[in-house]
């Protein structure tokens, strides 16, 4: 069984540059979960959606980042304009729902020079 | 929203020894409490979960344990190996049916395991 799949793995780009993070979760799975993970940090949400719809987006920062779940299943992260600050690892996570595993994809390692 | 703190921030111990990392929590609605298990440059990985109507899980050489009460639970593991030396991250999963909902991480415990 395939796993969460992000890409791209890596991603360096200038400040105030737009930036795009995809996530293919595991079949099945209705929760969808963007992370956020600074160095030598916990995940940190930003957003979870339970199919198409984001329940939980109060961590998620929304003068920069907008996020979607088209149909339910893949879904996409964005930065327009990028910080310095907003340099980390972005992980996807997908689950059946509430109080199951929730599965990590590799992460999007994002720099902003 | 929840709160979750981790101690310690690092752990060293002697090869074989028993390791335990402790996590608080600040609502008490909360009801699923996962342990993941972190290699450098890797993805979060589950290794253990326990549910808010259970006191203790065992699973071989790792254990959580979870005080309700105190609203604390603990990760334990017994006989260390090289290849325990990760970051370990508590988490702890607030369903209230509305809002704040979702799974809260703690800031990992860098676990060496001293051969």
């Known amino acids: 069984e395939a796993g969460v799949v992000q890409s791209p793995r890596y991603k360096i780009i200038e400040k105030k540059q737009p930036v795009a993070f995809w996530c293919n979760p595991i079949?099945?799975?209705?929760?969808l979960y963007w992370y956020r993970q600074n160095l030598g940090q916990g995940p940190e949400l930003l957003i979870r959606y339970e199919n198409e719809e984001a329940v939980d987006d109060s961590q998620l920062p929304k003068d920069r980042f907008s996020a979607e779940r088209l149909k339910g299943v893949d879904s996409t992260l964005k930065i327009q304009p990028a910080e310095l600050g907003d340099s980390a690892v972005y992980l996807c996570a997908s689950s059946f729902g509430v109080y199951t595993e929730a599965f990590f994809g590799q992460g999007t390692r994002l720099t902003v020079v | 929203g929840e709160n979750v703190e981790q101690h310690p921030s690092t752990l060293s111990v002697q090869e074989g020894d028993s390791a335990v990392i402790k996590c608080t929590y600040s609502d008490s609605a909360s009801n699923y409490f996962p342990w993941y298990k972190q290699e450098l440059g890797k993805r979060p990985q589950l290794i253990i979960d326990?549910?808010?109507?259970?006191g203790e899980k065992k699973d071989q050489r790792i254990a959580v344990t979870l005080n309700k009460t105190a609203k604390h639970f603990s990760l334990h593991i017994t006989e260390t190996q090289p290849e325990d030396s990760a970051v370990y991250f508590c988490?702890?999963?607030?369903?209230?049916?509305?809002?704040?909902?979702?799974?809260?991480f703690g800031k990992g415990t860098h676990l060496i395991i001293q051969p």
């Open positions: 988490a702890v999963y607030l369903y209230s049916g509305g809002g704040a909902d979702g799974l809260t």
């Open positions: 326990i549910r808010s109507n259970v």
């Open positions: 079949s099945g799975h209705n929760t």
